[in-house]
């Protein structure tokens, strides 16, 4: 067979290969042949119009006063039994126990699993899923629950609206230690290639999220992973947690995407999604703008003098709207009497004229 023959007997076996390929066993990436962009391909739900992440523009959200605070149930009774964590190539999922669950929403959800996203290089621009007002945090969690009320299990639950509840938890990077994510962040390096997997001891998981679970996003949108199934309740708390550098440093810097027996290692870094367009949804908040508004020790010094100046100016008023009634109370008494006996208080008036202007007096 000559080398024209080959080549073209190649490109057939490739035209007839790739279709075959089922969706999941392709290895998609965050960018390269398989990157973001062409994840629709493969994916069609990717391509979908209620997508995740998104940028959450605050003056374009709705305050939707039923939204009550979230409720983790069971977070903290972890038990005895160790946690798995593993590096799926994509990010470092940790189970979590079936009696893990979620209320506040309008069924009860039960905990499967969360995860991270993260960027590269520490405190820089990316790392989280979500945005708001156009600017990323350092990284972001996600607890992922599935609907239980309604179905029997995840893989059931993760292709029907209403199938999953997601926590997105917005990361940020400041001076202290964040001792809670020292629970996963210590046992990173027994994981560090992709396949690989670990027990780690069983922690607090309640104590990984913000401490206010009353103020949130609330939206419909999508797994942030192929295959991007539209089937997440999203809940993207307004409060962020904080972790130092050296930690966002370790999330960034100790896994690979790559398995161990290849021989080309690949930091894994920079897993996260694009935002997506809204595309005519709507992002809710638990709380107003007002409230949600934190204030500076400025604002409230401005608010006490404020409220002083209106308590001294009401008190102007009040006191200027008692005399005005008791003038006006002494006019009519005086108007009475002047019914009375006409002659006598115009004569009186004449008086009193006179004696109020000397001057006119001829
Ligand atoms: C999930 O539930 C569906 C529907 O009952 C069932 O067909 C499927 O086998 C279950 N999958 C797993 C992984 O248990
Ligand atoms: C999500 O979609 C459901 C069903 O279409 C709708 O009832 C609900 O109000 C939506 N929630 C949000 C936050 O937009």
Redesign the pocket.
């Known amino acids: 067979m000559d080398t024209l023959g080959l080549f073209m007997l190649l490109i057939l076996l490739f035209f007839q290969w790739t279709p075959a390929l089922a969706a999941e066993e392709i290895t998609w990436t965050y960018s390269g042949l398989v990157g973001q962009s062409e994840w629709s391909e493969y994916f069609p739900d990717c391509g979908g119009t209620s997508q995740s992440p998104v940028d959450v523009m605050t003056t374009q959200t709705k305050y ?1 006063p039923s939204l009550i605070p979230v409720t983790p149930l069971g977070y903290s009774q972890h038990g005895n039994q160790p946690f798995t964590m593993y590096n799926n190539g994509h990010t470092v999922v940790i189970e979590l126990p079936e009696w893990m669950g979620l209320g506040g929403l309008p069924w009860f959800f039960t905990a499967i699993q969360m995860h991270l996203h993260w960027g590269n290089d520490g405190p820089s621009p990316g790392g989280s899923e979500h945005t708001i007002n156009g600017l990323s945090a350092d990284a972001e969690l996600h607890v992922v629950h599935y609907n239980s009320e309604l179905y029997p299990n995840m893989s059931a639950a993760m292709t029907q ?2 199938g999953l509840a997601v926590l997105g938890i917005l990361i940020v990077t400041g001076e202290e230690t964040n001792p809670a994510f020292n629970n996963i962040l210590n046992y990173l390096s027994r994981i560090r290639h992709a396949d690989q997997k670990a027990f780690i001891p069983a922690f607090d998981v309640q104590s990984l999220l913000p401490e206010d679970l009353g103020r949130y996003y ?3 949108g999508s797994l942030t992973t192929p295959p991007c199934h539209q089937s997440v ?2 809940t993207l708390f307004h409060k962020r947690v904080q972790i130092s550098v050296a930690q966002l440093l370790k999330l960034e810097k100790i896994l690979y995407s790559s398995k161990a027996e290849e021989t080309d290692r690949m930091l894994l870094q920079d897993n996260y999604r694009a935002t997506q367009p809204l595309n005519h ?4 908040t638990s709380f107003s703008a007002e409230s949600g508004k934190e204030l500076s020790s400025g604002e409230v010094t401005a608010i006490v003098i404020g409220v002083m100046c209106g308590c001294v100016g009401l008190a102007v008023i009040v006191r200027f709207i008692v005399k005005t009634i008791r003038t006006k109370d002494s006019g009519k008494e005086k108007e009475e009497k002047q019914d009375m006996a006409m002659n006598s208080t115009s004569e009186a008036e004449k008086k009193e004229e006179s004696l109020l202007s000397p001057q006119s007096v001829p």
């Not at 949804?281 to 809710?284: H, P, S, T, W, Y």
């Open positions: 939707d609206k209403d609330r939206y419909n309740i999203w949804r709507v992002i809710f």
